[in-house]
């Protein structure tokens, strides 16, 4: 019963059943590796949106992710007066221990400190209801504050919750001997403390790109 209370043995206990699931729905049998289109053919048009910038990764930063494509991209709309940045890590498979890395351990990571951590949900184009997302506010000092929307991607399923990517990749693998999966996170810059206007700003973006997402990433 003093098991069942500690929270740290049943995390323990969790992930031990995920790596056996991911074992035999996997590893046990021919796995399933979709064929993707290169990130770097990613539209720079999305609705009014027009790329402005492309930053390619560095070799160090590709080794720590592991992904098997990138895209690291700005975009502005004109019409907005807005700019907002897109974020997109592509894995064929996880059965390597291939896996995204959160933005709540890479931002902090890299200097960035939380300030708000939740949920959100968004109405998107060509999606039969409102996705839930994570909302995410960080700051770098003081003049340099960010809200970023992010969540995981396959499998025509959108989550939130990296605890929920794990369960899905286990019944994916054993069900569709699948496990690819993206995680696409995008920022917008907090200009004058206005952090609801920075928030409206990454929500438009989201939905303006939410349907090229869904054509480029393999469902």
């Keep these: 019963m003093n098991f069942l209370k500690n929270k740290y043995a049943l995390l323990l206990t969790a992930a031990l059943l995920l790596q056996i699931g991911i074992y035999y729905g996997v590893a046990a049998r021919h796995e399933i590796i979709p064929t993707a289109a290169p990130l770097d053919q990613f539209p720079v048009n999305v609705g009014d949106w027009r790329m402005t910038a492309q930053y390619p990764l560095t070799d160090d930063i590709e080794r720590v992710l592991k992904a098997d494509d990138t895209l690291n991209r700005d975009y502005f709309d004109p019409k907005l007066d807005e700019r907002a940045s897109l974020w997109i890590a592509y894995y064929r498979t996880q059965r390597y221990g291939q896996t995204p890395h959160s ?43 960010m809200v970023a929307i992010y969540w995981y991607q396959s499998h025509h399923r959108v989550i939130a919750s990296e605890y929920s990517a794990r369960f899905w990749l286990v019944l ?26 920075a928030a409206r700003t990454a929500v438009t973006f989201v939905k303006a ?9 393999p469902n």
């Design 103 to 145: 933005p709540k351990a890479c931002l902090p990571g890299a200097g960035w400190e939380a300030i708000e951590n939740g949920n959100i949900r968004i109405a998107v184009p060509d999606w039969p209801e409102e996705i839930l997302a994570n909302k995410y506010v960080v700051s770098n000092g003081e003049d340099a504050k």
């Design 172 to 197: 994916d693998s054993m069900r569709y001997r699948r496990s690819d999966t993206s995680l696409i996170r995008v920022l917008a810059q907090v200009q004058h403390e206005d952090y609801d206007a």
């Design 209 to 217: 790109v939410f349907p090229a997402v869904l054509r480029q990433l």
